[in-house]
């Protein structure tokens, strides 16, 4: 029987020579036209590692968030943008614990097929940011039918998903009297093969540029009919499902900053061992060792909770600090690997045939998503030390 440190080494390999096949170059490319990396993602569907937390009776892999964590870590170790794919091992979780019989047999087959993309989670809106309870999207029932309408920010890969978890209200926000505040909100895993098929104008789709690569837009939706059957799990308590993903979510973007931090600290090295200044290496200067250890000491460490984060969440246990934690760890090594990379190539780390400044670009978003590592310091004080609440 192998042991879980030979799989996770089997594993990293096998993402590894895949990711070989998408060079600097690529991401280059993708990154400069804002296009989606489908080539990459269909690549990584192909070899069912997208599939990975799908149970093998599915025709899944069957693994569990630690080696999935893994597979993100690898993508962004090698240069590549795990954001394009990851939100179908982190959106699993609401389908797979949640989901009734029915749209498991329904779904999950497809997915781990590859005949069904799973990409897009719709959440977030403008005035309630983080404070997910306040969110105002409705969903009203209507004979066999719910009847959805509002505003969504931040809904990413919405054109490359043919499934979309959306969350909305099913009854009128609770009164704060003594009334659980997350009461009221469903959960919906909505078909837009069938939306874009018989009612197309109920749902618009706007794009969003922003500072790196990511497929993300605003929606509108325009009285977009779903039927019952969507509701995932039961009506009103859609929220605590969601929070079952969000554990997973911050594990697997932890993952995915400490493979960043992992790609900054080589390349500084690399960049440190051949760059020659007033005739001797760059790296023999202590003012561009120290920075980069120091980096490289700390994505260790971030790594090191970033494993007991999803030890704890394999095994069924609580792990809401140790996810959020790995986190914040996590985010703020890679963006120390990050700053010291791009200062040991000076200038040329401007240049984007050098690729840092894209991965810098990529890698500041872990400090202020899934969550703003402040929110996580208030969760920590709070949830873990014991301290007053903030807000």
Same mark, same amino acid.
Request: hydrophobic share 35%.
């Given at each position: 029987m192998q042991t879980l440190t030979t799989g996770l080494d089997q594993l990293r390999e096998q993402t590894r020579l895949l990711c070989e096949g998408f060079p600097d170059a690529y991401w280059r490319e993708t990154d400069r036209n804002r296009r989606y990396p489908q080539e990459f993602v269909d690549t990584l569907t192909e070899a069912g590692l997208l599939s990975a937390l799908i149970p093998a009776e599915y025709g899944g892999l069957g693994l569990g968030l630690t080696e999935a964590s893994v597979i993100m870590e690898e993508i962004n170790k090698s240069g590549g943008h795990s954001a394009a794919c990851h939100a179908q091992m982190y959106t699993m979780g609401?389908?797979?614990?949640?989901?009734? %019989? =029915?749209?498991?047999?329904?779904?999950l087959p497809q997915?781990?097929?590859?005949?069904?993309?799973?990409?897009?989670?719709?959440?977030?809106?403008?005035?309630?940011?983080?404070?997910?309870?306040?969110?105002?999207? %409705? =969903?009203?029932?209507?004979?066999?039918?719910f009847v959805i309408t509002g505003h969504k920010s931040w809904t990413s890969r919405i054109e490359e998903s043919d499934l979309l978890f959306v969350l909305a209200r099913t009854s009128g926000k609770p009164d704060g009297k003594g009334t659980d505040k997350t009461h009221g909100l469903t959960l919906f895993l909505v078909d837009l093969r069938q939306v874009h098929q018989e009612q197309p104008d109920t749902l618009e789709v706007v794009k969003v540029r922003t500072m790196f690569n990511y497929a993300t837009n605003q929606i509108h939706y325009h009285g977009m009919r779903v039927p019952a059957s969507a509701v995932i799990g039961e009506v009103g308590k859609g929220f605590r499902y969601v929070i079952d993903g969000w554990n997973a979510e911050r594990i697997l973007l932890a993952s995915e900053a400490i493979g960043d931090g992992y790609w900054f600290t080589k390349r500084g090295v690399e960049y440190a061992n051949s760059r020659e200044v007033f005739g001797r290496k760059i790296g023999s200067n202590q003012g561009v060792q120290f920075p980069i250890t120091d980096a490289y000491m700390k994505v260790r460490a971030a790594d090191m909770m970033r494993y007991e984060a999803a030890r704890l969440f394999d095994a069924g246990e609580p792990c809401g600090a140790e996810a959020n934690m790995a986190k914040h760890l996590a985010s703020e090594a890679s963006w120390a690997a990050a700053n010291a990379c791009l200062d040991t190539h000076g200038g040329y780390g401007f240049v984007d045939e050098y690729d840092v400044e894209r991965k810098f670009r990529e890698t500041r978003m872990f400090q202020v998503a899934p969550v703003n590592n402040n929110m996580i310091k208030s969760f920590v004080a709070t949830k873990v030390l014991g301290l007053p609440r903030s807000y």
């Open positions: 609401a389908l797979l614990r949640h989901g009734n %019989a =029915a749209q498991k047999n329904e779904y997915i781990a097929a590859g005949s069904l993309r799973l990409q897009a989670f719709s959440i977030t809106e403008d005035k309630a940011g983080s404070d997910t309870t306040s969110i105002e999207t %409705a =969903a009203v029932r209507d004979g066999d039918d």
